[in-house]
C-alpha cells in the first residue's frame, strides 16, 4: 500500500466517521513516512478546497504521553474546514468518538522561514487566547503507534479559539481548566507544557522548517494541552479558561 492509498483511508474514515484499525500493525512505516501520509490527506483535502490556517503540537505535556502511551511530541496541519466559532456549535454525528482539551494559542504576525531561537519568538507573534482543540482519532478506541497518529493528522478535527490578547512572554504557570456545564472535568497548568508554552512554539519553528512547512503570517499554532483530553458529550457547552489570557466555549448538539 502506497502513502497515498493509506492518505485516502483516513481521509474517509474522517468523512464516513467510520474509524479504522492501527495501520502500523499491519504495515510497518517510519516518522518520516507516516508524516509524509499526513502531508498527502492533507493534499486531499486541499484539494477540496480547505486551506491551511496554523499547526498544532501535540503530545506537549507528561499527562497527554502518558494518557496515549508514547513518548515524543508530534505536530499536525490545521485548516480552516477545522475552526469552530467561539461559542458555536458542533453535531455530535460530525465526529467518530471526539475529545476535548484546553490550549493556549498563539498568532503569527510575519513569516517565519526557518528556526526561531525562544528569545526572538516575540518579534513573530501578535496574539495569544484560550483555545480548545477537539481530537478525533480516525483509530479505533483511539489505539495509535506515535507513527499512526501522526500519519492521522495528530488526530486534529476541531480548534476553537477565543478573544485575542497582546502577547505576554510570562505565561508558565497559569491555570488551565476544561468543563463541560460549568462542572471541571480536567484542570492543569500551562507549565505542564514543555514548562513554557513559548517552549512549544519554538519548537514548531524548528519542526515545521525541519518537514518544510510554512509558517506564515496570519497562521494559528495550538501550543497543546496541558490536561488529558476529556470525551464531549451531546447536549453540553464545553468551555475552557486560562488564567490571565481569557475563556472560549463551544456547544455540542
Ligand atoms: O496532544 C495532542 O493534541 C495530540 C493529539 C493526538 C493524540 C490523541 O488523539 O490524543
Ligand atoms: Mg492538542
Redesign the pocket.
Known amino acids: 500500500m502506497d502513502i497515498n492509498e493509506i492518505a485516502q483511508i483516513f481521509d474517509n474514515a474522517a468523512i464516513n466517521t467510520n474509524p479504522v484499525k492501527q495501520i502500523s500493525e499491519a504495515i510497518k512505516f517510519s516518522l518520516d513516512e507516516a508524516y509524509a501520509i499526513q502531508k498527502a490527506m492533507i493534499d486531499l483535502r486541499l484539494k477540496r478546497g480547505e486551506r491551511i490556517i496554523g499547526l498544532?503540537m501535540?503530545?506537549?505535556s507528561e499527562a497527554?504521553m502518558r494518557?496515549?502511551g508514547v513518548r515524543d511530541m508530534?505536530w499536525g496541519r490545521l485548516t480552516d474546514e477545522m475552526m469552530v466559532e467561539n461559542g458555536g456549535t458542533v453535531r455530535m454525528e460530525k465526529y467518530i468518538h471526539a475529545?476535548a482539551?484546553p490550549e493556549i494559542c498563539f498568532r503569527v504576525s510575519q513569516d517565519i522561514e526557518g528556526e526561531v531561537l525562544l528569545d526572538d519568538l516575540d518579534q513573530y507573534v501578535d496574539g495569544m487566547a484560550c483555545a480548545i482543540?477537539i481530537?478525533d482519532?480516525r483509530f479505533e478506541n483511539?489505539k495509535f503507534s506515535l507513527e499512526d497518529?501522526v500519519a492521522d493528522n495528530?488526530?486534529s478535527t476541531g480548534v476553537v479559539v477565543g478573544d485575542w490578547i497582546t502577547p505576554s512572554r510570562e505565561i508558565k504557570n497559569l491555570k488551565m481548566t476544561l468543563s463541560f456545564d460549568n462542572e471541571l472535568k480536567a484542570e492543569g497548568s500551562s507549565f505542564d507544557i514543555l514548562g513554557d508554552p513559548w517552549r512549544s512554539l519554538q519548537a514548531a519553528t524548528r519542526l515545521a522548517y525541519q518537514y518544510g512547512e510554512k509558517i506564515k503570517a496570519g497562521h494559528i499554532i495550538m501550543a497543546?494541552?496541558s490536561t488529558a483530553?476529556i470525551f464531549i458529550e451531546k447536549g453540553t457547552t464545553v468551555s475552557a479558561e486560562v488564567g490571565g489570557i481569557g475563556k472560549c466555549s463551544f456547544n455540542v448538539i
Open positions: 498544532k501535540g503530545f506537549t497527554k494518557q496515549m508530534i475529545r482539551e482543540e481530537i482519532s483511539f497518529v495528530c488526530s497543546g494541552a483530553a
